[in-house]
C-alpha cells in the first residue's frame, strides 16, 4: 500500500492522518434513467478518514443512506425506506475501507477497497486524482482529491426496475461514483 513515487522516492501524499472536511466535500453519484437521461444524485451526510504511515496508507469512509438527495422528494423517500433500494432502517450505512492504495503517476493514485451497502460487500476501484496540498492561514494543512470509480448496483440486491413500453429498462445497472474530498490533516 505504497503512495511513493518510486521514481523519486518522494511521498505522493505527506504522511500523517486526514480527515475528511465534509462541509467542503461531496459524494455524489449518476445512473441512467429512461436509457437516454440520467439521474444525478448525493449523500450529504458522510464522514472520512486517509491515513499515511511509513509507506503504508489506508482509507476509510462512512455515508448516511438517509441523507440520499437526487432533487426529486417522492424519488427520495422510497430510495431511502423501500426494500427495493437502500431500505436505511435495516441499513443506515454505506462504508468503504481500502485494501491498496498505489501510486500511478504524476499525482493519480488507485484506490482499492471493500464497499459494503445494504448488507453486501464488493471489492471496487477508485481513480483519485491529488489536486495538492495547501497550508491555509490559520495554520492548517488541507489536502484535496478527486476520486472516480463505478460499481453495478445489481452486486449489491439493488435490483428493482422496471420494462419500458420502448424495450429496455427505466434504471442502468452501471453507477457512476464522483468524490470531490476535501481533507485536513491532524496531528
Known amino acids: ?88 432502517e435495516r441499513y443506515p450505512e454505506i462504508t468503504f475501507d481500502s485494501t491498496r492504495i498505489d501510486y500511478r503517476d504524476g499525482t493519480l493514485l488507485g484506490i482499492v477497497g471493500d464497499l459494503t451497502m445494504r448488507g453486501f460487500t464488493r471489492e471496487i476501484e477508485l481513480e483519485a486524482q491529488l489536486n495538492g496540498t495547501e497550508h491555509e492561514a490559520g495554520g492548517d494543512e488541507r489536502m484535496e482529491l478527486e476520486l472516480r470509480g463505478e460499481l453495478n448496483r445489481r452486486d449489491f440486491g439493488l435490483t428493482w426496475n422496471q420494462a419500458l413500453e420502448t424495450g429496455g429498462a427505466l434504471l442502468g445497472n452501471k453507477v457512476k461514483i464522483m468524490l470531490r474530498i476535501s481533507a485536513v490533516r491532524g496531528e
Open 1 to 88: 500500500m505504497s503512495v511513493v513515487d518510486r521514481t523519486s522516492g518522494a511521498s505522493v501524499v505527506p504522511a500523517g492522518k486526514w480527515s475528511v472536511d465534509a462541509r467542503r466535500s461531496s459524494v455524489a453519484f449518476a445512473v441512467k434513467h429512461m436509457i437516454v437521461a440520467t439521474v444525478h444524485g448525493s449523500f450529504g451526510e458522510f464522514d472520512g478518514m486517509l491515513t499515511i504511515e511509513s509507506g503504508a496508507a489506508r482509507a476509510a469512509g462512512v455515508v448516511k443512506a438517509a441523507s440520499i438527495a437526487t432533487n426529486d422528494p417522492v424519488r427520495d423517500e422510497h430510495l431511502r425506506s423501500s426494500a427495493d433500494f437502500f431500505d436505511v
